[in-house]
């Protein structure tokens, strides 16, 4: 149902307005938002909830995220893609995805919802899937698409790095194994700052060979740094962690 003229309608149409302007889309069947925005606690029935709505979004947010995956890591297998769009679209990401709109403000709650200033993650989590299941039946696959890249795309690409941080060290030990027939050792060379805020000189090392040094907030930190010094020193490339 459209929103009444009923002071409290005009009030809703504000609300209605004012979502779609934080959320960057405009709605052709306005009702869909209004659907999409309305917990159980405020809904006559729970047809009328956005439960339904979060079903679907769910569907359409993994799938433009797959489709994603899949053209942008052709090396992956099934289970390194699973595992990246669980992190991708995980329900605390689907949550922040939520505050960084600021969907909370615009949630239709019930009275005997008590936030204590702070929406549960969960509500958060579950509005912004709906919201993605009310674009697409709005204005069908493209406009979704186009409105879920713009949350997961960063995502996607913060999961990239860290995987390739987080492999720099085996990666490098099976480099420098083929090349040099050794595995690398690390060294730490300085640190310094005080006890609770130290950062830490590491360089990895194979027979003779130092590869340039990275610094990092932890060891384990300023190692996968040296790591990826060292694999680019040897591809000739860039130094991505430069320490002077």
């Avoid at 005080?194 to 340039?212: I, L, M, S, T, Y």
Wanted: hydrophobic content about 40%.
């Amino acid at each position: 149902m459209p929103p009444s003229d009923t002071p409290n309608g005009g009030r809703e149409r504000e609300i209605l307005d004012e979502c779609q302007g934080a959320i960057g889309y405009r709605f052709l069947k306005l009702e869909l938002l209004r659907s999409a925005l309305t917990h159980t606690s405020s809904a006559n029935t729970r047809a009328a909830s956005n439960e339904r709505l979060e079903f679907l979004g769910d569907s359409v947010l993994g799938l433009v995220t797959c489709e994603q995956l899949f053209l942008r890591f052709p090396d992956y297998q099934e289970g390194d893609l699973t595992k990246v769009k669980s992190a991708v679209v995980s329900r605390k990401t689907c949550a922040r995805f939520s505050l960084e709109i600021g969907l909370g403000d615009f949630l239709f709650l019930g009275r005997g919802v008590h936030t204590h200033g702070e929406m549960p993650l969960n509500i958060l989590a579950n509005t912004f899937e709906s919201v993605v299941a009310a674009v697409f039946l709005d204005g069908g696959w493209d406009a979704a698409r186009e409105f879920v890249l713009r949350f997961v795309t960063p995502e996607i690409e913060r999961v990239a790095r860290d995987a390739i941080s987080a492999n720099a060290k085996s990666q490098l030990q099976t480099v420098t194994q083929r090349e040099y027939g050794d595995t690398p050792r690390y060294f730490l060379l300085d640190e310094q700052g005080p006890d609770n805020n130290k950062c830490f000189k590491v360089a990895a090392q194979v027979h003779d060979e130092r590869f340039p040094a990275a610094w990092g907030h932890t060891k384990k930190e300023a190692e996968l740094k040296a790591a990826m010094n060292a694999l680019a020193h040897i591809h000739g490339d860039e130094l991505p962690y430069p320490s002077d």
